[in-house]
Nanobody, 115 residues
Framework: QVQLVESGGGLVQPGGSLRLSCAAS????????MGWYRQAPGKERELVAR???????TYADSVKGRFTISRDKARKTLFLQMNSLKPEDTAVYYC?????????WGRGTQVTVSS
């Protein structure tokens, strides 16, 4: 089974930026959806951004214009560039791959936006 490992989280001030990375153990971009979700304390996990198998990108309304998802197929890595961060972006961010074989999740990386 594929493994996903996130990195790049941390503490940042409001208005700052972070870049998250998700390294996959094998090339899975062509199979299903791959993207980022987040879960804040006391809230349900929600979609942030994702690629479809055909490369179509979907963003949550709350992050449009601030976050950018990208991928490097050769490096089997997914990225999430987060700019103009707000306190409400504070959450654990998870990398996800979903296909006919079911979902695969990384362990998550904490992003905290606070002054």
């Amino acid at each position: 089974q594929v493994q996903l490992v996130e990195s790049g989280g941390g503490l940042v001030q409001p208005g700052g930026s972070l870049r998250l990375s998700c390294a996959a153990s094998r090339d899975i971009f062509a199979f299903g959806y791959m993207g980022w979700y987040r879960q804040a304390p006391g809230k349900e996990r929600e979609l942030v951004a994702r690629f479809s198998r055909d490369g179509i990108v979907t963003y949550a309304d709350s992050v449009k214009g601030r976050f950018t998802i990208s991928r490097d197929k050769a490096r089997k890595t997914l990225f999430l560039q987060m700019n103009s961060l707000k306190p409400e972006d504070t959450a654990v961010y998870y990398c996800n791959h979903s296909s006919n074989w079911g979902p695969v999740w990384g362990r998550g990386t904490q992003v905290t936006v606070s002054s």
